[in-house]
């Protein structure tokens, strides 16, 4: 079985799907959140375009320490910025998938907060858990559209919207 070319493949189907949702990014709607709990729309799209560095990130290191300054998030309020950082991310994580050897993939790989452990995988299951948080906050993405009457994109299959793939 060739579990990078699963990954990158995945990693490949998701980006078409993503970049799908940020071509019709709502800009006006930066400040959007269903919930008092809920993220804003800018910074839930942000947190999406930036998971899809995620595997060559990982790749290329053993860990990340958030209170250590690992991964500090930005804030994207355009189409063009969501769209072009989405490309950047996608294509170095697809380029560390495209160098890796499935070896890579079994080291132990942490996420720390000031030097505590907060959860730990396989580099593998590190990308496979990154992977699956594109799907679920995109998910969140196209609720938080449906409830500004944007109309859905496909990602698996047909909406409602959208009859096509």
Known sequence: MDTLK?????????????????????????????????MKMAHLATHIAEIFGWAGFMLNSSEVDLAQGG???????????????????????????????????????YLKNDGQTLSSWTKYGAIRHGLSQITHHRAQLGVYYRLNDIQLPGSYGPTADLQGF
Do not use: C
């Open 6 to 38: 699963q990954l990158r493949d995945e990693l490949e189907a998701e980006y078409q799907t993503t970049k799908k949702f940020f071509e019709i990014y709502p800009e006006d709607k930066n400040e959007y959140s269903p919930h008092p709990k809920s």
């Open 71 to 109: 991964m500090q998030p930005k804030l994207l309020t355009t189409k063009e910025d969501l769209l072009k950082v989405l490309g950047d991310n996608y294509k170095s994580s697809k380029e560390a998938l495209e160098k890796a050897k499935e070896e890579d993939l079994e080291p132990s790989w």
